[in-house]
């Protein structure tokens, strides 16, 4: 079945959001917060907008609210902690050798708007704050970014700090011993996060290509953080 999206939330994301958004087909409610499934039953686009982001959801026909935009307060709406960030370790053919990376992204139905009027998209403005960087190519080494910290191990659990707040608290990455072993000498890696199509982020093998539009587009941002090993 097709996501009922509103013709108010339309002109508020835009065309291209909505052509996207209208092919999501998993998803949690926004009202009750059970799993549903878009093939099965009927989803309703949901907003809830603040000064400083919007939050675009979907919601069960039958729980979506009469109104679908709703308005709170500044400081009501953050990057949400349940946000699934899909981990990956990389190794980046660049000059001189393969540099290790560890990719963190979240899925495109997974969407944190500009509030109106807005310009950056509000999650990578965050980011960008928090001291990561923008990257013009996949082969350049990003500027350090203090006080980011990540953690591998023991087995496959993974921990990401960024300045001031824990990303991930309990993820789970499959790191072979060669990017392991990219990583101990050097003591840190390259870390990449955005927002990327589920296409390429559930690729069996790294689409570099989608990696390099995503750095170009600003979907992605880079910082050169420490790695812990344990």
């Known amino acids: 079945m097709p996501v009922h999206i509103s013709s108010d939330i339309c002109e508020h994301i835009g065309a291209e959001q909505t052509d996207r958004f209208s092919?999501?087909?998993?998803?949690?409610?926004?009202?009750?917060g059970a799993p549903g499934n878009a093939n099965a039953e009927q989803a309703v686009a949901t907003l809830a907008v603040s000064p400083e982001l919007s939050s675009l959801g979907l919601a069960h026909q039958r729980c979506a609210p009469v109104?679908?935009?709703?308005?709170?307060?500044?400081?009501?709406?953050?990057?949400?902690e349940r946000t699934d960030l899909i981990p990956?370790?990389?190794?980046?053919?660049?000059?001189?050798?393969?540099?290790?990376?560890?990719?963190l992204a979240w899925e495109e139905t997974v969407t944190l708007l500009p509030a109106e009027g807005g310009a950056a998209a509000p999650v990578l403005q965050?980011?960008?704050?928090?001291?990561?960087?923008?990257?013009?190519?996949?082969?350049?080494?990003?500027?350090?970014?203090?006080?980011?910290?990540v953690r591998q191990g023991p087995g496959d659990a993974l921990q990401v700090d960024g300045s001031g707040q824990r990303h991930l608290e309990d993820g789970r990455m499959t790191a072979p011993a060669a990017w392991r072993s990219l990583v101990a000498p050097a003591g840190e890696g390259m870390l990449l996060m955005g927002q990327l199509d589920l296409e390429t982020l559930y690729a069996t093998e790294p689409p570099w290509s989608s990696y390099r539009q995503a750095l170009r587009e600003g979907r992605l941002l880079a910082g050169t953080v420490p790695v812990t090993l344990l």
């Open 23 to 32: 092919r999501t087909r998993a998803f949690t409610c926004t009202e009750c």
């Open 67 to 80: 109104t679908p935009i709703r308005h709170v307060a500044s400081g009501q709406l953050r990057v949400a």
């Open 88 to 103: 990956r370790a990389l190794g980046i053919p660049a000059p001189g050798g393969v540099r290790p990376a560890l990719l």
């Open 126 to 149: 965050y980011l960008l704050d928090q001291g990561l960087h923008r990257l013009s190519a996949l082969g350049k080494t990003p500027p350090s970014s203090p006080g980011w910290l």
